[in-house]
């Protein structure tokens, strides 16, 4: 074996969310000599190895960042790292389809970079997440470029996907070789946020149809951005500014009416669909509907929405309160319950998070008027913790399945299955040991956003994360996270996913039946 044994830089991640980034290893940043973050060569063995259709107890060999070998009773040489996973789950990473790192947004820009974002998802058993890219006065080069700046801190691997914001030939073009030359395969359109990154129904037809004929996928932020504008002047006339002022102006109808809209334009491109933060029982259904009718839509619930209900924003305590303000907004008991359980039919397809962090300094910005208040939650530590509390320990999820909504579906989504997403020879090595059987406790005391707040604060649950190995390292072990910034990849994703399969066929279908032109013998006159 090549006993790799040398010093690096190793940034290890303090437990205090104050200092988040700045309490290193055993003796702050610097040098440390770390065996377990160099090691190349590990053997986790007598774990239950769970993909999304199979679980089988078996070994799982790792060598420089590649899963070698999954079977029972591999035979190592000496030197190999050795992890005991007897009664624990072995599966892949968990992949956030959804985040928002080092974002400018709302006049602030979120406290989460690449780097504290990335550290925290590590300990929370995810290993890959996919990021908007927010384009520069429209520009997708300009927005592309500074995205791939604040992306070197990264310590894990992650993909991009691109906003939309405006609409010309140049933009059209950048889609191109934002496809074709640089590895994004998914854009991102805001039917919201009136005046800063909404669209129009013109820009948004546009948008599907070039993602169409790129062979990338369109997600749609859906809430109908007029009427919210409209919903929020009602509020303050009503003199209702405070946090829940937020979830007044913005009621479910607004989503399920944009939500449908962007179905049906969807439908008349004959384009898939990605509904990204599905908050509604009102938007779950006409995802329903239209899966029903066999048009490709995918529908992605994030954890606030599963778990979470809006009677915190009637909290007496503003910041108590603002923390929970995102969008769409919270919702009243009831919508979480049947998300979950559409999740869990498989109406809805894999879970996000949304995580887009503000402290309690850029909340008050709202302490005035509910509008200013920055939208967003934090939940990349969070997410795989809380899918299994809620949906696995309570049966509405099996363990592969538990894998498929965490992992494996967002891998096939976004076109870089099986390399991620599967435990099994020649997928990248980023691999979860979790405990069914351990408990979990999440506060912002522990967590290791740099946020001062936590969504989730004060909840235990049901099993835990022991360790993550992300690209052959473990990074996560006893508790402890050794990091390396700049250690990240960023993955590169073909277009053309299997929601594609048909398209086409489907487009000779329509020309045929239109029956048309019709050759008419022009009458003399
Ligand atoms: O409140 C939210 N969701 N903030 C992030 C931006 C977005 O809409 O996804
Ligand atoms: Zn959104
Ligand atoms: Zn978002």
């Known amino acids: 074996m090549m006993h790799m044994r040398s010093l690096i830089l190793l940034l290890s991640i303090s437990l205090s969310p104050l200092f988040g980034l700045s309490q290193i290893c055993e003796s702050g940043i610097g040098y440390c000599d770390s065996e377990s973050v160099l090691s190349s060569k590990i053997l986790i063995a007598g774990g239950t190895v769970v993909n ?176 919210v504008f409209e919903g929020q002047k009602r509020m303050i006339e009503l003199g209702i500014t405070g946090p829940e002022g937020h979830a007044l102006s913005r009621p479910p109808v607004l989503e399920g009416e944009a939500t449908a809209r962007a179905i049906r334009l969807a439908a008349f491109v004959n384009t898939p669909l990605y509904v990204v933060h599905v908050m509604s029982i009102d938007a779950m259904e006409e995802i329903a509907r239209a899966q029903k009718s066999g048009q490709k839509v995918i529908g992605e619930p994030v954890v606030s929405g599963l778990v979470l209900d809006d009677s915190v924003l009637w909290d007496p305590d503003f910041i108590t309160a603002a923390k929970f303000v995102m969008s769409p907004p919270i919702r009243a008991p009831g919508h979480g319950k049947a998300l979950q359980a559409a999740l869990s039919t498989g109406i809805l397809k894999l879970v996000g998070t949304d995580h887009c962090t503000f402290n309690s300094t850029q909340k008050s910005f709202g302490i005035d008027d509910f509008r200013k208040i920055p939208n967003g939650v934090n939940g990349l530590e969070e997410r795989m913790h809380l899918v299994w509390d809620t949906m696995v320990e309570s049966g509405q999820l099996s363990v592969t399945d538990f894998v498929r909504v965490t992992s494996t579906e967002c891998a096939k989504l976004f076109n870089i299955y099986p390399r991620k997403g599967a435990i099994r020879a020649g997928s990248d090595a980023d691999i979860i040991i979790f405990n069914p059987n351990s408990t979990f406790h999440i506060s912002a005391s522990s967590h290791h956003s740099r946020s001062d707040t936590n969504v989730y604060e004060g909840r235990n649950g049901k099993g835990k994360v022991e360790v993550t190995i992300a690209g052959g390292k473990i990074v996560w072990e006893n508790d402890e996270l050794k990091v390396v910034p700049g250690s990240g990849k960023y993955i590169s994703m073909p277009p053309f996913n299997y929601l594609y399969n048909g398209i086409d066929k489907a487009d000779e279908n329509y020309l045929t039946s239109l029956k048309a032109p019709v050759n008419r013998i022009k009458p003399s006159l």
């Open 52 to 227: 999304a259709d199979h679980q089988e107890v078996a070994d799982v060999y790792v060598e420089d960042g590649v899963i070698v070998d999954v079977r029972p009773n591999i035979k190592v040489s000496d030197g190999v790292r050795i992890i005991d996973a007897t009664g624990k789950f072995v599966m892949p990473g968990g992949i956030d389809p959804h985040t928002h790192l080092a974002m400018e947004f709302m006049g602030t820009e979120t406290i989460d970079n690449f780097f504290s974002g990335q550290a925290a998802a590590l300990a929370g058993g995810t290993t890959m997440h996919i990021d908007f890219v927010i384009p520069v006065q429209g520009s997708l080069s300009k927005g592309y470029e500074a995205y791939v700046e604040k992306a070197k801190l990264s310590c894990m691997d992650y993909g991009f996907h691109m906003a939309i914001t405006k609409w010309d030939d140049t933009v059209s073009k950048e889609m191109e070789i934002m496809v074709k030359e640089k590895g994004i395969n998914s854009f991102k359109f805001f039917m919201a946020y009136k005046g800063s990154l909404m669209i129009s129904d013109e820009l948004l037809l546009e948008g599907l149809k070039q993602c169409k004929s790129l062979g990338a996928l369109a997600m749609v932020h859906a809430e109908n951005g007029d009427a």
